[in-house]
Each structure stands twice: as structure tokens, then as C-alpha cells.
């Protein structure tokens, strides 16, 4: 898999103070750690590292860390965000060692139309990426779950996923991925207690004209 290059700087300064200056001044702290090194402090330009982080899935690349001409790979770990505003805080990298392997969540992704949906179900994704332990350089930018034969009722599990070879899957194969659910019926609201008395109530007849009440004289007629 190829690598993205990313520039950054080193800094002898830490703490609050010196982070809010940084980011005062258009980059954003950082440290780099790894195996058997010691952790150092880095900064990043702000503009050119947000630009970066719209083009690419940073989970799954791998950077081609360029140090003040020091060149090493790595990987970003965390991105601390600030609660509200959308500012970038502090960024945490792993520097990678040559032959070792790392632990990584890569996002699933569905291929295929599932039976299920054909007849009116409803997938249910449970899980949206898979953890796994794999080489650096061969990590996928995705994982393929092949939902062509779920139907209704059923369920695609973790141990249902053909992964490439040389990836070991982490989780527990028997974790649920996605399940097919059946479409949901729409109750009949029952008729409210108001709407009852409505129905049940006879309408006032009003007769049109006048009506001599039953068993009444009839008026006199004026001469």
C-alpha cells in the first residue's frame, strides 16, 4: 500500500501554555512513540494537515512522516477534538517498525443485494468495522461483507467474512455484523374513546317546515 507524506516539525517545548500557542500560530501539537523509541514532541501545520485529513481515511494510511528531513512511517492513532468548535487539538502517532504488525479498525463495507431486501426486509448493521492485526503496508482500506444470501431472519456473523490472507481478525467470530429484519407492519390505530361515542350516537333529525305535534288541536282559522 503506498504511503502519504505529511510534514512536521520538532519541539522542545510542551504543556498547555506552549499548545495554545502553537495552535495561536496556525499548527497543531503532536507527539510520535513507538517500539523502543523514545516519545518526541511534534507540531503540524493546521491548513495543510486539515486539507490532508478531507482526502484521505486516516485510519487506514499509513504516513511517510517527514521530521525536519527525518523520514520515518507511522501511523495516527488519535486525533483529540476540541468539544464544540471545530478545531483539531493535539494528534498522537506510532511509528512503525519494519516486520511488525499492527492492530487497526478498518471499516466493512456490503457487496451484493441481499434476498431479504428483495422481499421487503430491512438490514440491520450492528458493526461498522472490523479490528485486525496485519502487516503495516497491506492494511485494507476496507472489508468486503457479502450480503447476497441473507434473508429475513437472518444474520451475517464476523466468522462469515472471507478477510485477505495475512490479516487476523480480532474479534469474537461469533459477533453479529448485520441481520436482516422483517418489515414492520403498521398497527391500526384503535378508534379513541371520543371517536367511540361519535360513531355510536344516532344524529338529531331536524324536520324541515312546520309540524303539528301529534295529538294537537289544529289552529282556528281566521275569518
Known amino acids: 500500500m503506498a504511503t502519504t507524506p505529511l510534514a512536521a516539525s520538532n519541539r522542545a517545548d510542551t504543556g498547555k501554555g506552549v499548545a495554545r500557542k502553537l495552535r495561536a500560530d496556525g499548527r497543531i501539537p503532536g507527539i510520535i512513540y513507538g517500539h523502543d523509541i523514545t516519545p518526541r514532541a511534534l507540531s503540524l501545520n493546521t491548513h495543510e ?25 507511522a501511523l495516527i492513532r488519535e486525533i483529540q477534538r476540541h468539544p464544540y468548535r471545530k478545531e483539531i487539538l493535539h494528534v498522537d502517532f506510532q511509528e512503525l517498525v519494519a516486520g511488525e504488525k499492527v492492530s487497526v479498525s478498518v471499516p466493512l463495507a456490503y457487496t451484493g443485494a441481499a434476498i431479504g431486501v428483495k ?22 482500506s476496507k472489508i468486503e461483507v457479502d450480503i447476497t444470501n441473507l434473508a429475513i431472519g437472518r444474520s ?3 466468522g462469515d467474512v472471507a478477510v485477505p490472507a495475512g490479516i487476523e481478525v480480532l474479534d469474537d467470530e461469533d459477533a453479529t455484523i448485520c441481520t436482516c429484519a422483517a418489515p414492520k407492519e403498521e398497527a391500526t390505530p384503535e378508534p379513541t374513546e ?30
Open 49 to 73: 494537515f486539515e486539507m490532508l485529513l478531507e482526502k484521505i481515511s486516516y485510519r487506514t494510511t499509513v504516513f511517510e512522516l517527514n521530521v525536519d528531513g527525518a523520514k520515518s512511517n
Open 194 to 223: 371520543a371517536a367511540a361515542i361519535a360513531v355510536e350516537a344516532e344524529p338529531e333529525v331536524l324536520s324541515k317546515g312546520k309540524k303539528e305535534e301529534e295529538g294537537a288541536e289544529p289552529a282556528e282559522k281566521k275569518e
Open 156 to 158: 451475517v456473523h464476523v
Open 119 to 140: 422481499e421487503g426486509g430491512i438490514i440491520d448493521q450492528i458493526m461498522h468495522e472490523l479490528s485486525i492485526r496485519v502487516d503495516p503496508m497491506a492494511i485494507p
